[in-house]
């Protein structure tokens, strides 16, 4: 039972344009959720987080958006650099310590 | 600030055999926590400790196990390993308690089981 969604394995984007990755999750018990990027043979790194009680949060060329009630978030990253091109994952967790609950990631590659 | 560290980096086991993998968190850090990423799955969560107490765990096997040590070091062991095991496993570090819970992963120890 797959909780955290993201249904595009790949993206490609042209410079310059806007990146758009999506995700979607079930457990509405989810109170945050985080985007995070990885690059072939390093960990992934935190790039931005929202909490439930928020719609947007926006940092540099990185917004998140939050739609609780379609229980679907998604990352914007405008204008897209050809340094971006990485594996998005999306996460989220419950309050209360409870782990990280990955999707698969989506691969996006940013065409100069 | 020395990230997380962890070894080894690559390693190939055969079937049967048993792999053990180490884990330095951030200094301060006292939260570890482990995943398993492989083609098309994605991060999968293994386990998580802090305070030497195994505090969640995810679904798999009791062959995957672990522990944390008094200096917040971890290690994980993968018993009669399957060829289903290859993956990269990778730790994360954070600070127990905080809202979003950020995690801050090492670049992982990829393993191949032949």
């Known amino acids: 039972d797959q909780q955290v969604k993201q249904n595009s394995p790949s993206l490609s984007v042209q410079e310059g344009r806007i990146s758009i990755l999506n995700c979607d999750y079930t457990?509405?018990?989810?109170?945050?959720f985080l985007w995070y990027k990885k690059y072939p043979a390093e960990g992934p790194t935190f790039l931005i987080s929202i909490s439930s009680i928020k719609d947007k949060n926006e940092d540099g060329r990185f917004t998140v958006f939050l739609n609780k009630s379609a229980k679907h978030l998604s990352l914007h990253i405008v204008p897209s650099q050809p340094g971006d091109s990485a594996v998005y994952f999306c996460?989220?967790?419950?309050?209360?310590?409870?782990?990280?609950?990955f999707g698969k990631g989506t691969r996006l590659s940013v065409i100069a | 600030k020395a990230g997380v560290t962890q070894t080894p980096r690559y390693l190939i086991k055969t079937r049967g055999q048993q792999v053990t993998l180490s884990c330095s968190p951030i200094?301060?850090?006292?939260?570890v926590s482990w995943y398993q990423q492989t083609p098309g799955q994605g991060l999968q969560f293994l386990f998580e400790?802090?305070?030497?107490?195994?505090?969640n765990k995810g679904n798999f096997p009791g062959r995957f196990s672990g522990r944390q040590f008094s200096n917040s070091r971890s290690e994980m062991n993968v018993s009669t390993l399957e060829l289903g095991d290859s993956a990269l496993y990778l730790c994360a570090s954070s600070l127990w308690g905080t809202n979003t819970g950020e995690l801050f992963f090492g670049e992982g120890s990829r393993l191949t089981v032949l």
């Open positions: 200094s301060g850090h006292r939260s």
């Open positions: 996460a989220a967790r419950m309050s209360g310590n409870t782990p990280l609950v």
């Open positions: 457990n509405s018990m989810f109170d945050y």
């Open positions: 400790y802090f305070s030497e107490t195994q505090r």
